[in-house]
């Protein structure tokens, strides 16, 4: 898969996107990392320039109540809606049903194993070879964890 | 076959409309090998092609940023095509030469797409030349190309750029280098980034006289600019605009063209894996091999 792994908002910590986007690329994935302080805006221009199939977004700063919620609906409104989004970071259990509503297909947080992520994607490239969407537009609710 | 062409004449009508979303998908099909025959046109030929190329962690993509910017001032449409090598174990890549251009993501000006060799640095080629061409033929009339940083003997992209810079910097440490044959000749200019640290003049004086010995015919201009301070930027785009490529060069970008379109059969060849096989176990020769491929 070709994949966009983003550092939306203000936080300056990365090295959790960066050791994901590693990992990412061990498992024979295409990773574009686009470094630091990326908006909504820029961070879907990315995936477009990019045709990537995947956005992972890595957020500590607690913003990404605002954030997620803008970046997904601009990768819809922009004919992105088969773009898989996934996050990483600090995203407080109250608030995972919120971005799952949003059209986000997993989310993983401290602790997490990069053999699941690696699986998680797996299961959803089957998913699309199967015909079934896993994009941030899908309606059918489909989630990882 | 025949539905996909369709497909990639669909978006090549809409991508030279100016839609952004199936320019970028466009670019995914010739990537993956899929060939589409352009029309002709006259906005095609107005797009200069600049390589930059230069050994990993000399400041190439923070120079690009810089480029992007100066074009972008001057109403153009700049287009980056980054390449940065894949695994060759797991064909696997970390492509990150975005975050070092800010001025990458900075409007509808600028288009950045960053590429992997797809463990195939010489089958990259042959796609590579369709995706400039249909850049081209949308509008994009500024293309850069980066390449993986190179060794001396990276040669490839005088296969595709109309003007190629060469960027050096100040902390590597073998001046030696600089002496030896390869790209250095076939740059148009040659940049010494990080001006502002002093190694750098020194490198500069040391290029310029290896460069000066081979008698100075068609020697490439050595200037220092800083990407980081956005210095000495200007006067290098002028004397890249400005520079006559020379004659000689046309022949080897024929040659290189050529050598790239040979690489890339080899490695579409369905029998390529099976011939590895064959080599691995020792059943045929290295010459065997390449003659059943060539057939």
Known sequence: MKIVMAKPGLDGHDRGAKVIARSLRDGGHEVVYTGLRRTPEQISRIVMDEDANALGLSTLSGAHDVLIPRICKLLKDTGMGDVMVFLGGIIPERDHEKMFSHGVRAIFGPGSRTEDILSFLDDAESRTDLGKSVGVGNEDGWRWN | ?295
């Open chain 2, 1 to 295: 076959m025949a539905l996909e062409l369709t497909t990639a004449k669909i978006l090549l009508k809409s991508a030279s409309n100016g839609n952004r979303r199936d320019l970028s998908k466009l670019l995914t099909l010739l990537e993956s090998g899929e060939k589409i025959n352009l029309p002709i046109s006259d906005s095609a030929s107005n797009s200069t092609v600049l390589g930059v190329t230069g050994p990993p962690g000399v400041g190439k993509s923070t120079l690009i940023g810089r480029i992007i910017n100066y074009w972008k001032e001057m109403n153009q449409k700049v287009a980056v095509l980054a390449i940065d090598p894949s695994s060759p174990r797991t064909g696997g890549a970390l492509l990150g030469d975005r975050v070092r251009m800010d001025s990458a993501d900075s409007g509808d000006s600028v288009f950045v797409r960053s590429l992997s060799t797809r463990g195939h640095p010489g089958g990259i080629s042959s796609s590579l030349m369709a995706m400039i061409n249909a850049l081209s033929y949308c509008g994009w009339n500024k293309i850069v190309i980066e390449t993986v940083g190179s060794g001396q003997n990276e040669i490839k992209i005088a296969a595709f750029a109309d003007k190629i810079i060469l960027v050096d910097g100040p902390d590597r440490g073998d001046i030696i280098q600089a002496e030896k044959a390869g790209i250095i000749e076939l740059a148009d200019i040659v940049v010494v980034n990080k001006s502002d640290m002093p190694a750098s003049i020194k490198v500069a004086d040391s290029i310029r006289s290896a460069l000066s010995l081979g008698g100075g015919m068609d020697a490439p201009e050595v200037v220092l600019v800083s990407a980081e301070r956005n210095e000495g930027i200007v006067e290098m785009m002028r004397i890249i605009e400005d520079c006559k490529t020379p004659k000689w060069r046309d022949r080897i970008k024929i040659k290189e063209r050529l050598i790239s379109l040979w690489d890339s059969r080899l490695l579409s060849s369905p029998k390529i894996n099976g011939i590895i096989d064959d080599l691995e176990t020792g059943s045929i020769s290295l010459n065997d091999a390449l003659d059943e491929l060539a057939r």
